[in-house]
């Protein structure tokens, strides 16, 4: 890292809990955190960690931006996910927002985060790299938990590998499903848990899960993650084996995960 870290740090926070572990490293290791909280579901535990917390939809860019200017933010991490599901609950796009959506050629995630990069860049606040606080979250080479993948499981995890790196290329999502070397679901504009359920009812059971960093990830926003609730949907659905991609992801509440994937007879393993 060539740069210091300020001591006031700002948080757009999405879904889930990775936003209140970075919140809760960042608070242990002497930072302030200003929050910006685009969704209810973590901001009573976000609170115990940060300094402020200002509640806005995601499309009210202005907002947000204001308030980072008014409280002299000069660094913040974005983290956690901003569902499309959630953009479409709470339709507060401001004029900024609607200015963006009418000139973008494409509504990918990464076209979108790329605009909110360079807005922020314009008012002098430097995004950061997603992985600075949480580290400690990134996942190691290897099977994680007791029970090892026979052949026909790896050979699965390689094809769905190759796969689900082509599609990151193309950036329409970053997991697939696979049967018997088949692909039975690609992760588009729904999300990790719902494209295991649409692969695991086609494939039933013992499908295998494989989930990657883009070729090209930008590790200011959305590196992969996974944990206990992906785990509980393969469960409900049958799926055998998570593959992830090693010291590119980040999993989160490890020791409660590994230990529902033993209980389960579930494989986790990074590649």
Do not use: H, W
């Not at 985060?113 to 600075?132: N, P, S, Y």
């Not at 796969?163 to 997991?175: C, F, H, R, V």
């Amino acid at each position: 890292m060539t740069f210091e870290l300020e001591k006031k740090q700002g948080l757009i926070a999405g879904n889930g809990q990775l936003p209140v572990q970075l919140a809760k490293n960042a608070q242990e290791n002497g930072f302030d955190v200003i929050a910006v909280s685009l969704s209810s579901d973590n901001r009573n535990e976000l609170k115990k960690y940060c300094t402020k917390i200002y509640d806005y939809a995601p499309g009210e860019v202005l907002k947000i931006k204001n308030t980072l200017l008014e409280e002299g933010i000069k660094q913040l991490t974005f983290i956690g996910k901003v569902s499309k599901s959630l953009v479409v609950k709470r339709p507060r796009f401001d004029s900024l927002a609607l200015e963006f959506l009418k000139q973008a050629k494409r509504l990918n995630d990464d076209a979108i985060m790329l605009f909110l990069v360079e807005e922020l860049a314009k008012i002098g606040i430097t995004v950061l790299d997603q992985t600075i606080f949480i580290k400690n979250l990134m996942v190691p080479r290897g099977v994680l938990g007791s029970i090892k993948p026979d052949e026909a499981l790896i050979s699965d995890v390689e094809y769905g590998y190759k796969i689900a790196k082509e599609m990151g290329q193309l950036d329409i999502g970053q997991s697939v499903v696979i049967k018997d070397r088949m692909i039975m679901a690609i992760e588009a504009i729904e999300g990790t848990d719902k494209c295991i359920k649409r692969g695991c009812k086609l494939g039933k059971k013992d499908a295998v899960i494989v989930k990657v960093s883009k070729p090209n990830q930008d590790k200011r926003f959305d590196i992969p993650a996974f944990g206990l609730n992906t785990l509980k949907t393969m469960k409900k659905y049958k799926a055998k084996l998570i593959a992830v991609e090693a010291n590119e992801t980040i999993l989160v509440d490890a020791k409660k995960t590994i230990e529902y994937a033993d209980k389960n007879k579930i494989i986790v393993m990074a590649v």
